[in-house]
């Protein structure tokens, strides 16, 4: 199949070797980081409704920004946060984090403080997967997770 020239996501290129749909390198809106976007529409070409969700992420708004940060610190506060304490500076692990790459955060935005990138956002159909390099934790993903276009998960993927 040909690819697909969009006029703000550039070149839609499909993967010869998978069923994947990939633009370059764009900027995500207000995250600020640079990341591909995948879309994962099957055998066909990808429909208008992933185009325009591949275009909404593109063009992040700062509100939509605030909004992803809630959900994660949510899941910072309440689980990742207490799962990784107890290996801070550990030896047994291969890169632990240190006591200040988990600090307590009480605000949305101050989640970004431990945050260095982003990977691919990946959307396949009403699914879309937000992750992301986080400072305490380079081998495992911060993920947050829509399904249907309703929060499915947040949570340390990898």
């Given at each position: ?50 185009i325009a969700a ?21 899941a910072y506060q ?21 006591a200040s790459d ?57």
């Open positions: 199949m040909d690819p697909i020239i969009h006029p703000e996501l550039g070149s839609i290129t499909p993967d010869a070797h998978s069923q994947e749909w990939r633009t370059e390198p764009l900027k995500m809106g207000a995250f600020g980081y640079t990341a591909r976007i995948l879309i994962w529409p099957g055998r066909r070409k990808p429909s208008d409704e992933e591949a275009v909404k992420i593109h063009q992040a708004s700062p509100e939509y920004r605030t909004e992803i940060a809630g959900h994660m610190l949510k309440e689980s990742i946060r207490s799962e990784y304490l107890p290996i801070v500076d550990n030896p047994r692990y291969k890169n632990p984090p240190k988990l600090p307590e955060i009480h605000e949305p935005n101050g989640i970004w403080n431990l945050i260095t990138g982003m990977n691919p956002v990946v959307i396949e159909g009403e699914n879309l997967n937000l992750s992301f390099i986080t400072i305490f934790d380079r081998e495992h993903e911060f993920v947050v997770r829509f399904e249907n276009n309703e929060l499915h998960e947040v949570m340390m993927d990898g």
